[in-house]
């Protein structure tokens, strides 16, 4: 079975850009979830998404958004980058039955974004 | 708030030398702790999932442990392609989100 896909795999782009961030699930995970990783501040939650509506999200700013489609596959969206935005972004994928809050996450390889 | 913790931040060892690493946590509520491997520039790999104090895993030479504040991460005689970080973290009852900690990032010399 494929693992959780994420492309790009690195991105550069400048302040004030945006960008948009795809992840594809393992087949049948309903459950996507998006987090940041950065050296000062580790692995930090973004939001979930299941069937198509965010059902939890983090402490960031307006500026990171993100939507599921029907078929699960998810993309996160960041507008105005700023030069802290810099970070692997990592995408994780989750079976869920019937609903319920979701168990173990599987990672994709994760998107490398620089702002410069 | 959930919060998790882990100790050392880095552990150097000999190829064979065993040791554990640490994650304390505190959560409202615990559904479920979760163990990490990750290498450098990758996403984290799953290793355990752990539901209730008393409960161990194990996979080749790692064995996953819980009690109700902690997790231990035993190694037993490790090999230079065991050097990663190892990331802990815990779901709450009440939440959908892991919470992690910083990680361990363990070096294991030939």
């Known amino acids: 079975k494929a693992g959780v896909t994420q492309t790009p795999r690195y991105l550069i782009k400048t302040r004030g850009q945006q960008v948009t961030l795809s992840c594809s699930p393992i087949s049948g995970h309903r459950s996507v979830s998006w987090y940041q990783q950065t050296p000062g501040q580790g692995l930090q939650f973004l939001f979930e998404?299941?069937?198509?509506?965010?059902?939890n999200k983090g402490n960031f700013p307006g500026r990171f958004s993100g939507r599921q489609f029907s078929n699960s596959r998810s993309e996160m969206n960041v507008s105005t980058l700023e030069l802290g935005d810099s970070a692997l972004y990592l995408c994780?994928?989750?079976?869920?039955?019937?609903?319920?809050?979701?168990?173990?996450?599987?990672f994709g390889p994760g998107t490398r974004l620089l702002v410069l | 708030e959930d919060q998790v913790t882990q100790s050392p931040e880095a552990l150097r060892l000999q190829e064979g030398e065993s040791s554990s690493l640490n994650c304390s946590y505190t959560?409202?509520?615990?559904?479920?702790l979760f163990w990490y491997r990750q290498d450098p520039g990758k996403g984290p790999e799953f290793l355990f999932t752990?539901?209730?104090a008393g409960e161990e895993k194990e996979k080749e030479r790692l064995k996953a442990t819980l009690t109700k504040k902690e997790s231990f991460l035993h190694i037993t005689a490790p090999k230079p392609e065991d050097s990663a970080t190892y990331l802990c973290a815990v779901q709450g009852l009440n939440n959908n989100d892991m919470r992690f900690g910083a990680g361990t990032r363990l070096t294991v010399k030939p």
């Open positions: 752990l539901y209730s």
């Open positions: 998404y299941f069937s198509e509506t965010q059902r």
């Open positions: 959560v409202s509520g615990l559904r479920g």
């Open positions: 994780a994928s989750s079976l869920v039955v019937r609903g319920a809050f979701q168990e173990t996450q599987y």
